[in-house]
C-alpha cells in the first residue's frame, strides 16, 4: 500500500495518539480486520474496551508492539521489544518472530509478571503481534507505547474490515476517533500460536499465515488440535467460540451442487435468498427454485482473495435484509482453514431460527 495514498494523515494520528494518552479508545487500521487500541499500562483504558464491546472480561486481548527502528533488524531487537512482556521466549520463537513479524500473526507467551490481568483475562500466557500496516506502525512509534487492540466490533460479530465498518458498528459512539488507513488486505484476524508450553508449537486461531508456511521458513512444527472450539479453549481465545464473527441474518453453507438440498432444509424460509456463489463456476442451476428469488454473488475461488472479500460481502448482504445467506463450502487444504473456521463459526451465530442447524 503506498503511503501517499492512504486517507488518512499526520493530524489524524496525532488525534489518535492524544485519545490514547488521555485514556481513550481509539479505532486503528491494521492488515487483518480494524482494531479497538487502549495504551496498554492504562487499567481503566482497557476496562472500556470490554464495556464498548460488550465483550466477557475473561476474554483476553492482544498486545500491539511497533517494530524495532533499526535498519537492519536482528533477532536481539526483536527480544528487546518482547522482554517487558513475555518470558521463557525460546530461540524457535524468535526465529518465528524474524520471518513473520510486522504481519498477522499472534504468538502467545508466558507472561511478564508485569502484565495486567485485564489483558490476559487472568491466564499467565500473554498474546502478541506487531501489525504490518504502515499506519498501526506509525502510531505505535510515536505513541511510544504498546496498545492492546480486539477487533472494533460489537462480541461476536462480524469484525470490521473498512473505517466506515467500525463507524456502523459503534453508532451510539459517535465521538470515537477512527483512523482510517483504506481497506483491510488481509480481511480475517490474524493466526494465533501458542508457543507458552516448552517445544511444543500449537496452532489456537487459523489465519492467513499457516502452520505449513511457518514450517517452511523458520523448520517449527506447528500443531494443529484436532477441535478448535473444545471447552478448554473457549476461554482462552475469543474466536474459539462456536458462534462469532456472525450477522444477524440466517447464514448456511451449501455444499457443491447440494443447493436445492439445502434450501429444501428450510421449508418456511419465505422468499428471499442471496447465494454466495464461487466466481470460477458457471451461474448457479436454479430449475425447481422458482418459489424462491434468489440473487448471486460472486465470491473469488482463490483462498486469499476470498479472505479479503468475506466480512464485506457479509456485512453488506446483512443489511440488504435478505431472509437467509447461504456460502458455498470452502476447499480442503490448509490455506481455506481460516476462512472456513470464520463461516462455520458464523452459521453457528447468526440469525436465531437457525442456529441450531448450523455446523453440522
Ligand atoms: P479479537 O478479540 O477478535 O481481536 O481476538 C483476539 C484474540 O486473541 C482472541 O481470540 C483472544 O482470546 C486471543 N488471545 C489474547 N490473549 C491470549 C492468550 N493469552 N492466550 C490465548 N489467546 C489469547
Ligand atoms: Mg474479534
Redesign the pocket.
Known sequence: MLEDSLPYSNIAVNDAIQALQQGGLVAIPTETVYGLAADATNIEAIQKIYVMKNRPANHPLIVHLAEPENNNLTEPDWLSVLTPWARDVSEEALRIIFAFWPGPLTLVFKKDRHVFNEITGGQDTVALRSPAHPVAQELLRKFGKAVVA??A?RFGKI?PTSAADVRNEFTNYPDLVVLDGGDCDIGI?STIVDLSNGDCATLLRPGAITPAEIFKRTGVVVNKPGVVFDNQLTARV??SFRAHYAPTTPLRIYSPGRLLDCLSEYPDIKTRVAVAVWDSDSSLNQDGISYVQINEVLVPAGSVEFANRLYRVLRDLDQQQWDLILFPEPPSGEEWDGVRDRLQRACFGSGPSLSSHSNN
Open positions: 480486539p477487533s466490533n469484525s484476524e475469543s474466536g
